[in-house]
């Protein structure tokens, strides 16, 4: 049975606290500074599927959706601790400039840059649909354009995948493997939806959380809640999944 048995925290954008979507700067630096001073060494997705990695001490850390915050105000942080990271990107949000959520996206540029500062570029489909709304081909044409797109604007492989909206089913799941990835990330998997590589449940991070709360989200006891499926009762009406 898969257990992968290493907390990936999910984001979105950092630097507008009054938003759900968002946590302010202040709020991460403290998260992180903590996980460093705990021992905690943040990786990449694809990190952690690195032959030879230890797990022991290891965080995943990833960002849904591209917003311009991650770059301005996230990278620095994870950049002075020597964190890694996931930017799950949409190819749309990057052309138009703008998202459904009013907070701003990465610019092309700005993606290009991410590499540098040791933010790995994953997809999170090219519109932000849910895959579960498409049929198989359509589904699979979002998957493999959203792959391309970014690989050929930022010049660079993207192995790496994120569920809109955290909707995942076992169809869904093999047309993302189909295209290429060799990860995938939801937020919560429901009753009968098996953990795989292909489907990583996540633990969602918002502005409520402070550091008391963040610190019992990366508890062995919350992770054996993740596991057996009841983490959400904890998690509240407040969060928004991306």
């Not at 049929?135 to 192995?159: F, I, M, T, Y």
Request: glycine fraction near 10%; aromatic fraction near 10%.
């Amino acid at each position: 049975m898969f257990r992968l048995r290493v907390p990936i925290l999910m984001y979105h954008d950092v630097g507008n606290a009054q938003l759900g979507l968002s946590v302010d700067a202040d709020q991460f630096g403290r998260q992180m500074k903590w996980l460093a001073k705990a021992g905690f060494q943040g990786l990449a997705l694809q990190q952690l599927f690195q032959p030879g990695i230890s797990r022991r001490r290891r965080v995943v850390i990833t960002f849904d959706d591209g917003f311009a915050g991650v770059y301005e105000q996230a990278a620095p942080i994870l950049a002075r601790l020597g964190f890694h990271a996931t930017v799950f990107a949409v190819p749309d949000f990057a052309d138009s400039g703008d998202t459904p959520y009013g907070l701003r996206p990465l610019d092309w540029g700005q993606l290009r840059e991410l590499p540098r500062l040791g933010l790995e570029i994953g997809s999170h489909t090219c519109s932000h649909i849910s895959l579960l709304s498409l049929a198989p081909e359509a589904c699979l044409d979002e998957l493999q354009r959203s792959k391309q797109r970014l690989e050929n604007e930022a010049h660079g492989p993207v192995c790496s995948f994120a569920y809109p909206y955290g909707h995942v089913g076992g169809e869904a799941r093999q047309l993302v493997r189909q295209a290429g990835y060799t990860a995938a990330c939801a937020v919560k998997l429901g009753r009968g939806l098996r953990e795989d590589r292909w489907a990583l449940q996540r633990i969602q991070v918002t502005c409520h959380d402070d550091l008391r709360s963040f610190k019992v989200k990366l508890s062995p006891a919350y992770a054996l809640l993740m596991r057996l499926r009841l983490a959400g009762f904890l998690s509240g009406l407040r969060d928004q999944v991306s």
